[in-house]
C-alpha cells in the first residue's frame, strides 16, 4: 500500500501578495497617487479590495462600476500581482474592439508604468500581455507557401494576383494579422492561407516564420491575455481548458483566472456560441473550397475523380434543395421563423453528405502523415458537423434549445439554421463558475433596481460575491434630462403620426445643442423612416449627418463623429453600448424608443414560455430587466469624464403613461427631467452654453 506522507505531497500553492499590494497602490495617498499622479477614487479602491480578495479566495465575483471608477485599473492591478505571484494566467475579455484597445494601448502601460515607478512593486514590471484573436485572422506561412506551389489547382488570374498581393505583405507584416492588410483580402483566398486549419501546427510549421505559432508561443508565456466575448465563449464551447485533456481547474487555460468587463452582455454572446448556425452560403462556399465543378479548381483537385466530384456535385445539388425549400415555404413571408415541429422538410442532405465524407476519408487515408492529410481530415470532420448540425435541427434534439431558421443577406437569398439554449445559466454555470478558479464579471450596468439578484441568475452565478460602486460624476450638475410628452404611442394606429412626431423633436433638439448628438433607435426601420424626414433639415443647417447601415463600421463612424465635433450620428442595436465620445462632440443622448426586445424573435418567445411554464411574468422577468439595463446602457454614453455635461433626451412617452415607467427614470443618474411638449419646448429646452 502506498501511503501519505510530507515528501509526496504536492507543495501549497504560491502565496499571492495582491490584497496586501492592491491596498497599498489604491488608498488614499497611495502608489496610484504618488507613481501616477491620478486621483483616489474610493470607488476604484474598493473595487480593487474585492477583486483581490475574490482573485485570493478564487471565488466568483459581481462588481457594478459606475461610470469614472476606473474599473480597468482596480482589476489589472491586483490581477497582474496574482498572476505573477501564483504563476498563472489572466485572461479579460471584452464585448468591444473600443474597450480591447484602451487595456492593450493605455491601461496595460499605465500598470506598467505605476510598477517601475514603485520599488515595491518593481517585480512585476516585466509582466507580459498579449491579445488572442481567432485563428482565421492570422496568416499562416506554411498554407501560403502550398496555395503558391499549388496555385494552377486553386486560382484564377485574379484570385492569383490576390495571392501574390498577401505573399508580398507577408515579408513586410510584423503581425500576420488580416486586419492589418488594405484593402482587406479576398475571402476565398484567405481561407486557402490562413491558419484555420489543423495542417497550421508546430509539427508542420515553422514555428519562428508562421504568424499563427509566433501568436500561440507569446500566448503561453504572457501574464495577461485580452480577448473578445465571441472567441471566449467560442474556445469554450470547444472544450477550453480540458480541450487536450487537463482536468486541472481552469476556463480556457489550466490554473487560469478570468475577468469579464462589459459583462451586461455575456448571456446573449453564450447564448451565439453554445447554438447552432449553418448557413447555404457558408455550406456551398465549404464544398467548393474542396472542389468547384464551375471553376474545376479546389484544394483536391489534383485528387478529385470523377466519383469524387460527382459526391460534391451532388451535395451542391440537395443543398440548393434543400434551403430553397425552406426559403419557399418556412420563410416565405417572414425573414425570422421558429422551428416547433419534426418534418418541416426532407433529410435531403444527410446521405450525400454521408458519401462525401466517405470519400474525403478515402483519399485522406491514402496519404501519407503530414499537412495535407492533416487538412483533408479536419474537412471530413466539418462536413460530419454540417450533416450532424443539419440533422439536429431538423429533429429538434436538444430540448434545452430553441429553433429556428432566418433569411439574410443584402438580397435576403442566405438562409441559416439557428438554434440557442432557452436558459444559458445552467451552461454558465458548468463552464465558466464551476471551473474552480475565480470569474470576476464587471459593468457600470448590471444591477437592476439596485440589486444583483436578476443578473446573478441570468448567469449562473447565484452563490457570487456581488457589489455596487456608483459613479463619482456629478451628475445633478452636469446633465439635464428632457422627457417628451405629447409623441403618439410606437405601436397602433398612431405608428404613423409618431414617426413624424419622433422626426420633428430629433430635428429640434439635434438644432438646438452646439455638440453632437446621438440618437439611438431599437428598429433599423425607424431609423431610416426618421433620417429620410430630419437629414435634409441637419444638411440645411451645415450639420454632419452619420448613420449606421452604409459600408462603415460602427468604430469607424464613432471615430468620425469624436472628429467632427458637431455631428449627429444615428444608431440601432449596437450603439447603445461601448461607444465613448468624451466632451462636446457627444453632447446629447436622444432615445427615441425604450429598447424592448421583440417579444416574438425565437429566443424571446422560447424564454417566455419558460418563464409561464414556471409560473413566472415574461414582462416582468424578461423583457422588462433586459429593456432597464439596455436603457442605462444607452443612458452611459453621455456622460464619460468627469468634465463632460450634456442632455439626455427621452421621446418615448410610455415613460411618463405607463406604471413600468417609472422604472426607466429611477434608472437615470439624475433623477429630475423637465417635460416637454411641442408648444412648451421653446421654453423648457435648455442646452448647455
Keep these: 500500500m502506498i501511503g501519505l506522507s510530507d515528501e509526496t505531497a504536492p507543495p501549497p500553492p504560491p502565496l499571492s501578495r495582491a490584497p496586501q499590494l492592491a491596498a497599498k497602490a489604491f488608498a488614499e495617498g497611495g502608489w496610484i497617487q504618488d507613481g501616477l499622479s491620478l486621483e483616489h477614487r474610493p470607488g476604484q479602491e474598493r473595487m480593487a479590495n474585492a477583486v483581490a480578495a475574490a482573485l485570493r479566495d478564487d471565488a466568483p465575483l459581481l462588481f457594478e462600476a459606475g461610470t469614472g471608477i476606473g474599473k480597468s485599473l482596480a482589476y489589472l492591478v491586483p490581477g497582474i500581482i496574482h498572476a505573477t505571484d501564483c504563476g498563472r494566467q489572466m485572461i479579460v475579455s471584452t464585448h468591444t474592439i473600443s474597450l480591447q484597445e484602451q487595456i492593450e494601448k493605455k491601461d496595460l502601460p499605465l500598470c506598467r508604468r505605476l510598477f517601475e515607478a514603485t520599488p515595491e512593486l518593481a517585480r512585476y514590471a516585466g509582466f507580459v500581455s498579449t491579445v488572442l484573436v481567432g485563428k482565421s485572422n492570422y496568416l499562416c506561412t506554411s498554407r501560403l507557401s502550398h496555395a503558391l506551389a499549388e496555385r494552377a489547382s486553386l486560382f484564377d488570374d485574379a484570385g492569383y494576383a490576390e495571392l501574390q498581393r498577401i505573399a508580398a505583405w507577408a515579408d513586410s507584416t510584423p503581425s500576420g494579422l488580416r486586419h492589418d492588410l488594405q484593402p482587406p483580402p479576398n475571402p476565398d483566398v484567405w481561407d486557402l492561407v490562413n491558419a484555420d486549419s489543423s495542417s497550421c501546427s508546430r509539427r508542420n510549421c515553422d514555428c519562428e516564420r508562421c504568424f499563427y505559432q509566433r501568436a500561440r508561443a507569446r500566448v503561453r508565456s504572457a501574464q495577461v491575455i485580452v480577448v ?42 453564450a447564448e451565439e456560441s453554445f447554438g447552432l448556425a449553418l448557413s447555404s452560403f457558408g455550406i456551398e462556399r465549404m464544398l467548393k473550397h474542396l472542389y468547384n465543378p464551375r471553376t474545376q479548381r479546389g484544394l483536391l483537385k489534383r485528387r478529385a475523380d470523377a466519383e469524387f466530384r460527382q459526391r460534391v456535385m451532388d451535395v451542391l445539388d440537395a443543398s440548393g434543395q434543400f434551403f430553397s425549400f425552406l426559403s419557399g415555404t418556412m420563410l416565405a413571408e417572414r425573414p425570422v421563423v421558429r422551428l416547433r415541429a419534426e418534418g418541416i422538410a426532407e433529410p435531403l442532405l444527410s446521405g450525400p453528405l454521408a458519401a462525401l465524407e466517405r470519400s474525403v476519408a478515402k483519399i485522406a487515408d491514402a496519404l501519407e502523415d503530414g499537412r495535407e492529410r492533416d487538412e483533408l481530415l479536419e474537412q471530413k470532420g466539418r462536413i460530419r458537423s454540417i450533416r450532424a448540425g443539419v440533422d439536429e435541427w431538423l429533429g429538434l434534439s436538444d430540448e434545452g434549445h430553441v429553433y429556428w431558421a432566418e433569411r439574410g443577406g443584402r438580397r435576403q437569398t442566405i438562409v441559416t439554421l439557428r438554434s440557442a439554449p432557452v436558459d444559458v445559466a445552467p451552461e454558465l454555470e458548468r463552464c465558466l463558475f464551476g471551473a474552480g478558479v475565480c470569474v470576476v464579471c464587471t459593468s457600470a450596468t448590471l444591477a437592476l433596481s439596485g440589486e444583483m439578484a436578476p443578473f446573478a441568475a441570468r448567469i449562473g452565478a447565484p452563490r457570487a460575491r456581488s457589489e455596487i460602486s456608483v459613479s463619482p460624476f456629478d451628475f445633478e450638475r452636469n446633465m439635464r434630462v428632457f422627457v417628451a410628452a405629447d409623441i403618439p404611442l410606437p405601436a397602433g394606429p398612431e405608428a404613423r403620426s409618431s414617426i413624424e412626431a419622433l422626426a420633428d423633436y430629433v430635428g429640434y433638439c439635434c438644432s438646438r445643442v452646439r455638440g453632437g448628438s446621438l440618437v439611438l433607435f431599437t428598429s433599423y426601420r425607424d431609423l431610416q423612416a426618421v433620417s429620410a424626414l430630419v437629414e435634409p433639415q441637419l444638411r440645411s443647417l451645415g450639420r454632419p449627418f452619420l448613420a449606421q447601415g452604409g459600408d462603415v463600421s460602427r468604430n469607424e463612424l464613432t471615430h468620425r463623429m469624436r472628429e467632427l465635433g458637431n455631428a449627429v450620428l444615428f444608431g440601432t442595436d449596437s450603439f447603445w453600448t461601448g461607444v465613448d465620445v468624451p466632451g462636446d462632440a457627444l453632447s446629447q443622448v436622444i432615445i427615441a424608443r425604450l429598447p424592448f426586445s421583440p417579444p416574438t424573435h425565437p429566443i424571446a418567445e422560447a424564454k417566455a414560455e419558460l418563464i409561464r411554464d414556471r409560473g413566472g411574468d415574461p414582462f416582468g422577468e424578461l423583457t422588462l430587466p433586459e429593456a432597464l439595463i439596455k436603457f442605462r446602457q444607452g443612458v452611459g454614453r453621455l456622460i464619460r469624464t468627469q468634465s463632460d455635461r450634456g442632455l439626455i433626451t427621452v421621446l418615448d412617452s410610455r415613460v411618463l403613461a405607463k406604471s413600468y415607467g417609472r422604472m426607466f427614470l429611477e434608472g437615470l443618474p439624475k433623477r429630475e427631467f423637465t417635460r416637454l411638449t411641442r408648444a412648451t419646448r421653446d421654453q423648457a429646452f435648455r442646452p448647455f452654453t
Excluded at 243 to 264: K, W, Y
Design 228 to 269: 473578445n466575448h465571441a472567441l471566449l465563449f467560442s474556445l469554450i464551447s470547444a472544450g477550453g481548458a480540458r480541450a487536450e485533456g487537463s482536468e486541472a481547474p481552469g476556463v480556457l487555460f489550466p490554473g487560469d483566472f478570468v475577468v469579464l468587463d462589459e459583462a451586461h452582455t455575456v448571456p446573449e454572446v
